[in-house]
């Protein structure tokens, strides 16, 4: 079974709404997938960062706008 992800990691405290993860396995820097109550579907954007707890704390600060956006 194929996936679309590479590399994917839950971010803690988050309660399986919130991942990390590399497109690829030559991918350098690490997106985020968030689940959003009221979305539909899944919200995917890069987080720019090269380094796995970095862009763990940037895709955390993007969840938590885009939750605020939301309500």
């Given at each position: 079974?194929?996936?679309?992800?590479?590399?994917?990691?839950?971010?803690?405290?988050?309660?399986?709404k919130?991942?990390?993860?590399?497109?690829t396995a030559?991918?350098?820097v690490w997106?985020?997938r968030?689940?959003?109550?009221?979305?539909?579907g899944?919200?995917?954007?890069?987080?720019?960062?090269k380094?796995?707890?970095?862009?763990?704390?940037?895709?955390?600060?993007?969840?938590?706008?885009?939750?605020?956006?939301?309500?």
């Amino acid at each position: 079974m194929s996936t679309k992800y590479y590399d994917i990691t839950e971010v803690e405290g988050f309660e399986g709404k919130l991942f990390v993860y590399r497109r690829t396995a030559d991918a350098e820097v690490w997106a985020y997938r968030a689940n959003i109550d009221g979305v539909r579907g899944y919200i995917r954007r890069t987080t720019h960062k090269k380094d796995l707890t970095l862009a763990k704390a940037e895709a955390k600060k993007q969840f938590i706008e885009l939750v605020g956006r939301q309500k």
